[in-house]
């Protein structure tokens, strides 16, 4: 059996998988996100312990962050995970568990998950919509990794220079227009009583006037993202997965051209499934 968990800057979410690959249980707790890192630790253990069953041979985590495989350590996290940086989730989860652990990008884990909708497809693209951005693509067979485990961000390009403070520490990145939290920010400065991107959606629904601005706007950012991955990497199939892509329907209607956009058909649980997929 198998545990994979993904590592989200709001949410843990982690699944047990038998050994033919059936989820077995599910388990979900909240991110300590600004908590450090041992709060971290600590919650990814207990969400480890709720699943925990004889038999279970490998855990696998899907963290946000810049992530080096190979040792299934993070590199660099933004604040969206304070303290995250440095974390050895790898090791830590073996000392701890005693079986074979790995980590990887959470991007990168919700494309590996997709990608068993996709088989021998070699150029995609995929784009998670969460607390923050995060950027995974698949080029010609391989997965970008970059230098410092840090291709592919496409949540950190720049859409306004010197446009909104990013947790990254640059200016006008992508992320700070098209998270969750970039929504609910803007969402707050035009109506009342936003906490969640799907209140700004639902109120964009029934036809509120600041709630259209909101998500026009959003519609105009998310188009510019998607055009400039087609223009780098022209991949065969562009998937929009995390929170906000749950929206589908609505998010589709914003979108120019659909024909080389899906989905995540796992939602909001493709990091999990790809969190134990082969590094
Ligand atoms: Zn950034």
Redesign the pocket.
């Known amino acids: 059996m198998k545990i994979g968990i993904d590592l989200g800057g709001t949410t843990i979410k982690g699944l047990l998988f038998t050994d033919a690959g059936e989820v077995a249980a599910e388990y979900t707790i909240p991110t300590p996100a600004r908590a450090g890192r041992s709060a971290i630790f600590s919650a990814l253990y207990c969400a480890v312990d709720s699943l925990w069953q004889d038999g279970v041979d490998l855990i696998g985590v899907s963290s946000a962050g810049n992530i080096d495989p190979s040792k299934g350590e993070c590199v660099f996290a933004t604040e969206n995970l304070l303290g995250w940086t440095g974390a050895k989730i790898a090791e830590e989860l073996n000392k701890r568990y005693h079986v074979r652990t790995q980590a990887d990008n959470d991007a990168i884990c919700a494309l590996k998950g997709e990608l068993r909708f996709y088989r021998g497809a070699k150029n995609v693209t995929m784009i998670t919509l969460g607390t923050g951005v995060g950027g995974a693509s698949l080029v010609n067979g391989k997965i970008l990794r970059g230098k410092k485990f840090d291709a592919a961000r496409w949540?950190?390009v720049i859409l306004f220079p010197k446009g909104l403070k990013?947790?990254?520490g640059?200016r006008g990145?992508v992320?700070c227009y098209l998270s969750a939290t970039a929504l609910v920010k803007s969402g707050q400065k035009q109506m009342l009583g936003i906490v969640s991107a799907k209140q700004i959606f639902d109120r964009y629904a029934v036809g509120e006037a600041e709630a259209r601005d909101v998500v026009e706007r959003f519609g105009v950012y998310l188009n510019v993202l998607l055009d400039n991955i087609r223009t780098t990497l022209a991949p065969d199939l562009i998937i929009l997965g995390g929170g906000v892509a749950q929206s589908e329907k609505l998010i589709r209607g914003l979108i120019e051209r659909t024909d080389d956009v899906a989905f995540a058909r796992l939602g909001t649980l493709a990091g999990a499934y790809g969190a134990v997929e082969p590094i």
């Open positions: 949540g950190h990013c947790n990254c640059r990145c992320e």
